[in-house]
Structure formats: C-alpha cells, structure tokens
C-alpha cells in the first residue's frame, strides 16, 4: 500500500499517486455536500438527506484509510522535508494554511456530523418525504447526559487501548482528547445553539449554510496546500 502511495502521481510532475488520490477525492466530497446544498436550495429536501448521506459515509471511510496510510498528512507539520521552497514561505504562508486547512477539516467533520443528527431531529418524513419543521426544537436532558456519558465511556476505552495495547505515544493520547473534548464540547454547545437558534429549520438552514462554507474553504485551502507542495516547490 505504501508503495502504491509513493509511485509518482498523474496530476502534477512532482506529485505522489497518494497525494493526487487524495487531493482527487478531498475535490470529489466537496463538490458533493456543495451539490447536496444546490438540491436543498432548490426544496429537494430528500435528494438533498440522501446524497448527504452517501457524502458523508464514502469521506468517512476515506478519512479512515487515509489516517492509516499516511498518518493523516501530520507529518507535514513536523518539519520542512517535502517542502522544497524558501524558509519564510514554508513559515508565513505554507504553515498558516496548512493549519487553517487542517482545523476546518476538524470543524467540518465535527459539524457535518453534528448537522446530520439535527437534519433528521428538524424533520419530520411526511408521505416518504423529509420536511424541516418550523418548531422549537430541544434536546431531552436524559437523552444530553446519557450521551456525554457514553462519549467518556467510548474515550476511556480507546485511552486503555492506546496506552496498553497500541502503546501509542503521549502525542497520540493527546490527540485523540482533543477530539474527543472537541465532540463533548460541541454537544455542551448545543445548550447554547438551543438558546440562539430555538426554531429547528432555522437552525438547521443557517448552521448548514456554514457548515458548507467550511467546506468551500477545505476546497480552496487543500488545493492551496497541493499546489505549494507538488506544482510551485515542489521537492526536487
Ligand atoms: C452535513 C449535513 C447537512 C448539511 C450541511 C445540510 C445543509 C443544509 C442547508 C444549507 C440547507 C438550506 C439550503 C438553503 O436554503 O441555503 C438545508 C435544507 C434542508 N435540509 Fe439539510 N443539511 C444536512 C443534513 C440534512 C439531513 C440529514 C436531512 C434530513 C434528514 C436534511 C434535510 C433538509 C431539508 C428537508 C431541507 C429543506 C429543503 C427545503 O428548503 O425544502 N439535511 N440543509
């Protein structure tokens, strides 16, 4: 697999087939969920659940594979190799947009999923149809705490498994909190999303709406990041 990933790619000279791979599918998502936003635009509300939907299960399943092939493209902020322009460009603007790229993928992963839940909440199917319903929408507080305590249930476990099974370093442990402190604080959010945004629909129209934002930027900061490694200095 790892060799697969290192022969040269077909996009850009200097580039790997797994760099071009994923460049291609990371543009093949985007322009999904910005499809499935034009379908909800236009009132399709199902079309738009179901490519959502598939969207979202096929990046997934990508984000998995990609993390265990290539350790999720970290080792690029870890140093210069790969790099092959001037130290003040890999400063001021390859570092800055690779982090900016790296935390709206967080921040899209994190609400998509988010958004997912809510759009089946702020529906309601009449006749084989999904409908957003103008109506107050809250959550149940047993159903807020079962779920906070399932979530430190679920990272305790994998904390075990990282520290006796994979013997995984601090940094990965690390890592894997920040993730699971970012989920627990966006369902604590929701306390407040509740407050600000207390209509369903409405919610769900303006929080979508920025949620496809974010992912118009991983579009633009991910292409930003191709171009600078493998198309303007690439690494000869
Ligand atoms: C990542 C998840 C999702 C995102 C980002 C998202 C985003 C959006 C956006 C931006 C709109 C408003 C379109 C506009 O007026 O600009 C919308 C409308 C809608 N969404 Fe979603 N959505 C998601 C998931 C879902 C799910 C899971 C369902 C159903 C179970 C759903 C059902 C609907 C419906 C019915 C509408 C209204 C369409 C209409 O105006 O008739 N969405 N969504």
Redesign the pocket.
Known sequence: MQKLLAQPGFLAPSGTFGADLSYLLAVLFTVM?LF??G????????Q??KL??V??VSMLIYFIGYYYARQLGVLTLEGKEGFGGPLDVYENIFLPTLTTHLVLVCLGLI??????????R??D?IEG????QSRELRSNPKIFKYTMAILGGVWAANQLILTFIRQKSFAASLAWAIIFGVIALVIYLEKFIEKALPDG?NR?????????VI?ALILVTSTLVYLMLYVIYPKI
């Open positions: 969920f499935a936003w379908l909800a635009k236009k009132g399709l509300g199902t738009h659940h959502i939907f969207s979202m609400l998509s999923i988010y958004m997912i839940f809510q759009g089946f702020a529906c199917k149809d999904y409908i957003l629909a769900h129209r303006i929080l979508g709406r920025v949620t496809m992912f």
